[in-house]
């Protein structure tokens, strides 16, 4: 006598475990599986659920079908690094100057407050810039540099002054830490005027930062009256 029995064969399910993938460090990926009903994944990761790979890796997702059969596939996940993005240094500059920012350790820079990288501008008060460094990965980061802005300081010449021929005068200066005259004079220091002229004062308050100011001496002859 005979009987018989039917083997089935189920085919394996065609899973797709997706592109690989390229992300930066701190940013979030999604695995997500395709061809089957159900997906586990290798490396703690759910299907269709959001985490943060700490380095790259080859994760593999297994899927089953409805028959029960299962088979696997491979993603790689790719996690770039941050560029070292670097502002600068910190720069103090007087009222007025330019001042040239420039970033470092990336290959793209972006600054906030309107800067350009690598182009002199003029900073009208203290401001602290930050600029974003992008990387050949398209990864970001960010540094910060500080340019002091310091005030020039007011300088007074004082008023004009006429003097009589042979008559020894003294220049003085006001509203800054030093002076330096004009015409080889010294600043509190008598002399003795031969023509009339411009004497021109530089201060320099204790920033270095400088003004200037401007004194006309006129010379008159001394009237004598016998009686």
């Known amino acids: 006598n005979t009987d018989q029995v039917i083997v089935t064969v189920n085919p394996l399910p065609s899973v797709n475990a997706g592109p690989d993938v390229s992300v930066c460090i701190g940013a979030s990926a999604t695995l997500s599986g395709s061809g089957a009903i159900t997906y586990t994944w290798n490396n703690g990761v759910s299907n269709g659920v959001a985490f943060t790979p700490a380095a790259t890796t080859t994760y593999t997702v ?50 906030n407050n309107g800067v350009t990288n690598g182009v002199a501008f003029a900073p009208a008060s ?3 810039y930050t600029v974003t460094g992008t990387n050949a990965n398209g990864c970001v980061n960010t540094d910060q540099v500080l340019v002091t802005v310091n005030p020039l300081p007011t300088v ?3 008023p004009d002054v006429a003097v009589c021929v042979g008559q020894s005068l003294t220049l003085t200066g006001s ?8 015409g080889g004079i010294q600043n509190g220091v008598p002399f003795t005027p031969t023509t009339n002229g411009t004497y021109l004062v530089t201060g320099f308050n204790a920033n270095g930062c400088s003004q200037w100011d401007e004194t006309n001496v006129s010379l008159g002859q001394l009237s004598i009256n016998a009686g």
């Open 156 to 158: 007074n010449a004082g």
């Open 126 to 128: 203290t401001t602290t």
């Open 62 to 111: 297994t899927g089953t079908n409805a028959n029960g059969c299962t088979n696997t596939d491979q993603v790689l996940v790719t996690v770039n690094p941050l560029p070292n993005v670097n502002a600068g240094t910190d720069q103090t500059i007087c009222v007025g100057a330019s001042v040239t920012l420039s970033g470092a350790g990336a290959v793209n820079y972006t600054w």
């Open 175 to 182: 509203g800054a830490a030093t002076y330096s005259w004009s």
